[in-house]
């Protein structure tokens, strides 16, 4: 067992079985022993890589994204420029490089960063120097909003339910004969019919990260981008460790493997459209990214000596590698110009 390992049975026999939602957040989060509290998860050295790390490129077109839909609104002045779950800071970063061509829009941005974990704001705090660190989206500052979450909402703790012949029960960590951690269920309570062992997720936290945006947005102005891997109205058990870049059970290794499970992009439109918001389709990372003139730029990378350039652009567009997993999906005040790249809901 790891130390958090052994935390988490010690509660389970003192409390009782433990939620997924609660088992996640222990996993990801605790203070002495959580994946992102005590490690930098990221490249070859950790145990995954996100399109930030793979290129320049992946940045570079969504700064002239936002820089665009900042121009189509007016070019507000002062802005935030937010990300949530920043990473290593690398894409902000390259946001920041790309924003520049535009003049004005570097000066106007005020940089916050909703990040959890005191190591990686130290990471991010070297690579970007002063930024405004947040805890939460609660906190975002009431002033027009421009707003990016790469792979941040596969990260918010989940809860699963199992279709049973007594109706719903909900998935639960407990202890096996042996008092190693093993999955079980909680009472069966009604509700709506569905075949037998279906298991639905629902993401309790999504909520009010997206309305805690939706509302800055509706009040000042600003657009939000959301890129993650899931789909529009997933279904199934999508819960998922990853370590050393290879997919374990979600049980092995508590604290030492990052824990995800898909988005379901269409419970983030219905937020953010029910708070008045626009919201676009959702379309594919590659289509997306190759609308927003992705290959071109690859070119010109190469042309300059970039070796990296055309293997980056298949990483991040083929349909085998990133381009069909991963999704984005964009919300924007009323009234303003649809974002680079989109297409609205309802067309």
């Not at 900042?70 to 920043?86: H, K, M, R, V, Y």
């Not at 991963?326 to 924007?332: C, I, N, R």
Request: proline content about 7%; glycine content about 10%; aromatic content about 6%.
């Amino acid at each position: 067992m790891t130390p958090l390992a052994r935390l988490i049975a010690a509660q389970i026999r003192l409390s009782g079985s433990m939620r997924l939602d609660d088992y996640m957040r222990l996993c990801l989060l605790h203070p002495q022993h959580g994946y992102y509290a005590t490690r930098d998860p990221f490249g070859a050295q950790g145990d995954f890589t996100t399109a930030p790390e793979i290129s320049q490129m992946f940045g570079e077109m969504i700064g002239l994204a936002l820089a665009q839909a900042w121009l189509d609104q007016g070019s507000p002045a002062p802005f935030a420029l937010a990300e949530i779950g920043p990473g290593r800071g690398t894409l902000m970063a390259d946001i920041l490089r790309a924003i520049r061509i535009l003049p004005g829009m570097a000066e106007a941005a005020q940089v916050h960063l909703v990040e959890a974990s005191a190591h990686l704001r130290q990471v991010q705090r070297e690579r970007l120097g002063a930024v405004t660190h947040l805890d939460d989206a609660a906190q975002l500052p009431e002033m027009p909003l421009f707003l990016v979450a790469n792979e941040f909402f596969d990260a918010l703790p989940i809860r699963q339910f199992q279709r049973v012949a007594q109706g719903w029960a909900e998935r639960m960590v407990t202890l096996d004969d042996t008092g190693a951690l093993a999955l079980g269920l909680g009472p069966a309570a009604p509700g709506p019919a569905a075949p037998e062992g279906q298991i639905r997720e629902t993401c309790p936290e999504a909520a009010p990260v997206v309305a805690a945006i939706a509302a800055r947005i509706a009040r000042h102005g600003g657009m939000a981008l959301v890129i993650d891997y899931g789909d529009w109205d997933g279904q199934g058990d999508t819960f998922q460790a990853l370590r050393r870049h290879r997919p374990e059970p979600v049980l092995a290794h508590p604290g030492e493997a990052d824990l995800t499970a898909h988005v379901d992009f269409r419970s983030l439109a219905d937020l953010a459209a029910g708070a008045g918001l626009q919201v676009s389709r959702m379309v594919t990372q590659g289509e997306w990214l190759q609308r927003l003139g992705i290959a071109a730029r690859a070119e010109r990378l190469a042309a300059a000596g970039d070796a990296g350039a055309k293997a980056a652009l298949h990483r991040l567009t083929a349909p085998g590698e990133m381009g069909h997993l991963f999704k984005a999906l964009a919300f924007w005040q009323p009234g303003a110009p649809v974002p680079p790249g989109f297409e609205p809901l309802d067309k």
